[in-house]
């Protein structure tokens, strides 16, 4: 038992954010080999479109009033700033609206998997409308064909805007674009020349965008004229581009490597095991399902080296919190600064290379405070911790009060339900095979000193929090 125990865990936590509470004894009375089917079948539906852009930005950019006529004049400087200033609450608002479908879903393959295509496709980019647009392409084909989501992510008014491509003209061209197409989207470094970028970004010329975020293509922008990219020569555009990117197996490998870096282990990496995904995903067509079919149903996934091997991302790790301790939050802004103590703030990349992971979650200060966080929600406690002095990532709030308590209603009855048969002599070790993805055994003793011992319910609520509070736990 506690090994499928394991297993369970090990699958819900890499395709998704971690076991629920109140839907653990159903998963494990299924059978072992009915887990990622589900998990599939349960992502199947087609996500929601996150609509938060306020009426106001909408009339601004999507030209109101103006039907018909989708390309209108430049926007004025106090429409500008409207516009950004009205983004960032609604961006605030995308982001807790994301995360509580990661928390709530059982699409959690897809939201998992948006997530890793979130930080591959970084976009740091201050307008509503076009980032709703962008996780909406994510979403909607994070489970689907990588050239379609390639594409799409491409032709997004947020990736254009981001790199510059709205600048990218014949008579000026810009490399920003094609250089991050082929060093972060596609081959990876090493695999291209600096004259492949500055061909390939004269096949970029043109693309450009609506106000409305709509893909235009600008031909009186285009550079025409033949260029030669990875030894292909040709009058290309964007689109070739794409293609020639796609038909090198370097592509398909680099994405392997980056899946497996996230769903398997990202320190012990074979390459075998790479080239042999890598080559299959490109034989597929990039089918993306087909690539995590073959690392989920492959005979190293469940390997002992590689449970509890992956530090939990802040994400990870607070919506796991969510799933394992159910709870309504009275503040949800808390959230936003919980981020921004973490340094992971959905939609506010640090860069176009999205963020490092692995060893770059953990510091002094992020691991104190995640040691601290579920006897905060318990405490219903401040969280009074400094955060980085950006205007972007505090999302315009740097003048405004932050609210930093975790006043959180916790329903204990599923976690008590769950534990209500175990002896007390059990308890400690029972939650952290719950808990915990390690081998570690608990010492009991020393969490008896600290855990309050007055009934049975208070002995499980006491003995959840402490060994939440661990450096194990930060492990999955």
Request: net charge neutral; glycine share 6%; charged share 30%.
């Amino acid at each position: 038992m506690e090994k499928k125990m394991q297993k369970l865990k090990h699958l819900l936590w890499r395709t998704g954010f971690g076991p629920r509470t109140q839907s653990w004894d159903k998963w494990m009375a299924l059978p072992e080999n009915a887990w990622w089917p589900k998990m599939k079948d349960d992502s199947v539906v087609k996500p929601e479109y996150f609509d938060i852009a306020d009426s106001a930005v909408k009339g601004l950019l999507m030209g109101i009033g103006e039907i018909g006529r989708m390309e209108r004049r430049d926007l004025d400087q106090a429409e500008k700033k409207q516009i950004r200033e009205q983004s960032r609450d609604d961006l605030r608002n995308l982001n807790l609206l994301w995360l509580e479908e990661m928390t709530r879903t059982q699409a959690q393959l897809r939201e998992k998997i948006a997530l890793f295509w979130h930080g591959h496709f970084a976009s740091r980019n201050i307008n509503i409308l076009y980032q709703q647009q962008l996780l909406h392409v994510i979403r909607e084909n994070a489970l689907g064909n990588f050239r379609d989501l390639l594409r799409g992510v491409s032709k997004s008014a947020a990736m254009i805007a981001f790199l510059n491509n709205q600048q990218n003209k014949k008579q000026h061209p810009n490399e920003n674009f094609a250089r991050e197409v082929m060093e972060l989207f596609t081959m990876g470094r090493g695999h291209y020349t600096e004259n492949d970028i500055k061909e390939a970004a004269r096949a970029f010329t043109g693309w450009s965008f609506k106000l409305n975020g709509d893909f235009v293509f600008r031909s009186f922008d285009h550079d025409k004229d033949e260029k030669t990219v990875l030894g292909k020569s040709g009058k290309f555009d964007g689109d070739d581009i794409i293609d020639i990117l796609l038909e090198k197996r370097n592509t398909a490998r680099f994405i392997a490597r980056k899946m497996y870096k996230f769903l398997v282990n990202d320190t012990i990496i074979p390459e075998e095991r790479i080239t042999w995904l890598g080559d299959r995903f490109y034989d597929s067509g990039y089918q993306i399902l087909r690539l995590l079919d073959d690392i989920v149903r492959s005979d190293w996934f469940f390997a002992t080296e590689n449970m509890g091997s992956r530090i939990k991302s802040p994400v990870e790790y607070w919506i796991g919190i969510r799933r394992v301790l159910p709870m309504e939050l009275e503040e949800p802004e808390v959230q936003l600064k919980l981020q921004r103590a973490l340094d992971q703030i959905l939609f506010y990349p640090p860069n176009v290379a999205g963020w490092p992971g692995g060893k770059a979650w953990i510091d002094s200060s992020s691991l104190m405070l995640r040691l601290r966080i579920p006897q905060l929600i318990v405490d219903r406690g401040d969280l009074d911790v400094q955060t980085k002095d950006d205007d972007d990532q505090q999302m315009g709030m740097k003048n405004k009060n932050q609210k930093g308590v975790l006043t959180a209603n916790v329903d204990w009855k599923p976690v008590l339900k769950q534990f209500a048969g175990v002896s007390a002599n059990d308890l400690a070790q029972r939650v952290a095979d719950y808990l915990w993805q390690t081998e570690t055994r608990v010492p009991v003793q020393v969490l008896e000193k600290y855990t309050a011992r007055d009934d049975k319910d208070s002995s499980i609520k006491s003995v959840m929090i402490r060994l939440m509070a661990t450096p194990e736990y930060q492990l999955c």
